[in-house]
């Protein structure tokens, strides 16, 4: 499968179509005040970089987001989804790469990211990426439902 990866506004159909399935999953597995998903307007906000996965025919397939935070030389990583029936085919881990590749390439120097406990294959993709498992921080500070990792670029 032939993926192109680029920087596009979130705002078109496809993508919020992402946006929602996204939610949609989240809100599978977890209470709706415990998910951190943001909206198509948050991720509008200047200096947020949105990255989404087309295929070959030029739709969309996945998505994530480079947020930057108020520490210095830290971004967030925020709202990456994959469709389940492109799972598996490494797109997660492209999406990754070439956002890791911007963030350092802006200067910034740790990406720290936050998931749930019920999401196993994300926490291994993380883990086997080079992601440490870090405390709680910022919103996440108290929720039973959220584990953050980072990682330093």
């Known amino acids: 499968m032939t993926i192109s990866i680029s920087i596009e506004p979130p705002r078109q159909a496809d993508v919020e179509a992402l946006l929602?399935?996204?939610?949609?999953?989240?809100h599978s597995l977890y209470p709706e005040e415990s998910s951190f998903l943001l909206s198509t307007d948050q991720l509008e906000r200047p200096g947020v970089a949105v990255?989404?996965?087309r295929n070959e025919d030029g739709a969309a397939c996945g998505m994530a987001a480079l947020v930057p935070l108020g520490a210095e030389l830290t971004a967030e990583l925020k709202r990456l989804f994959v469709y389940d029936e492109v799972r598996g085919r490494g797109i997660a881990g492209r999406l990754l790469d070439r956002i890791e590749a911007d963030a350092a390439g802006r200067g910034i120097r740790s990406l720290a990211?936050?998931?749930?406990?019920?999401q196993h294959a994300a926490m291994a993709l993380y883990r086997g990426r080079g992601y440490e498992q870090i405390d709680l921080f910022g919103q996440y500070v108290g929720e039973e439902f959220s584990v953050c990792f980072a990682k330093s670029l």
């Open 20 to 26: 929602t399935a996204g939610t949609v999953f989240a």
């Open 51 to 53: 990255y989404v996965a």
């Open 113 to 118: 990211l936050e998931t749930g406990p019920l």
